[in-house]
Structures are given as structure tokens and as C-alpha cells.
């Protein structure tokens, strides 16, 4: 499991080295394709998660709330930009894994 997450993190990887210019690829990178190897890496990483039983969405909201919460509170925050705590079932409401 964990070498198909690694997999899938160096294809995403070599997409991005294609886009940016560091690494002329053998065939034109696209938005599309970074598109398609993140989706497949996010996949592994649920599949890893829910196999050591890993609530990831609530670990997830706990991660980006806890981001979130420096920059509603800081002074220096856009005025008139209004950023919101997210809840459980707001990030990924239609995932259900089996």
C-alpha cells in the first residue's frame, strides 16, 4: 500500500517537474494529467487511511481549522474576507468508502 501512495506521489511529482519547466518531459504535461495523478494519489491516501482505521476527515478539519484559525484571528487578515471554521461532512459530503 504505502509503495502504490509513493507511486503515485512521484507520478504527481514528475507531472509538476513537466509543468514548471525542470525536467523536459517525453510527452507535454497538462493541468488535466496533474489532475488525474492528484485524485489518484488522494485515493491511496484515503485507502491507507481507512485501512489503519484512520478517521481522515476529521483529522483533515482538525489540520485545516487549526490553519485557519491564525488567519481569522490575525490582525493583519484582510478586512471585508470572511473565512469560515469548516465542520465534519462539509470537506468531503458525498465520500463514503467501503
Known amino acids: 500500500m504505502v509503495t502504490d501512495l509513493l507511486e503515485e ?3 504527481v511529482a514528475a507531472v509538476v517537474k513537466g509543468l514548471e519547466g525542470f525536467k523536459p ?4 504535461k497538462t493541468k488535466e ?3 488525474t495523478e492528484l485524485s489518484d494519489l ?4 484515503f485507502v491507507l487511511a481507512e485501512h489503519y482505521g484512520i478517521n481522515l476527515e476529521e483529522v483533515f478539519l482538525q ?3 487549526a490553519k485557519l484559525k491564525p488567519r481569522i484571528n490575525s ?3 484582510r478586512k471585508g474576507v470572511s473565512l469560515h ?3 465534519p461532512s462539509q ?3 458525498h465520500l463514503i468508502l467501503t
Open 85 to 87: 471554521l469548516f465542520q
Open 91 to 93: 470537506a468531503f459530503p
Open 75 to 77: 490582525s493583519s487578515y
Open 63 to 65: 489540520t485545516v481549522n
Open 25 to 28: 518531459p517525453e510527452k507535454p
Open 9 to 11: 506521489a512521484g507520478e
Open 42 to 45: 488522494l485515493y491511496m491516501v
Open 33 to 35: 494529467m496533474l489532475a
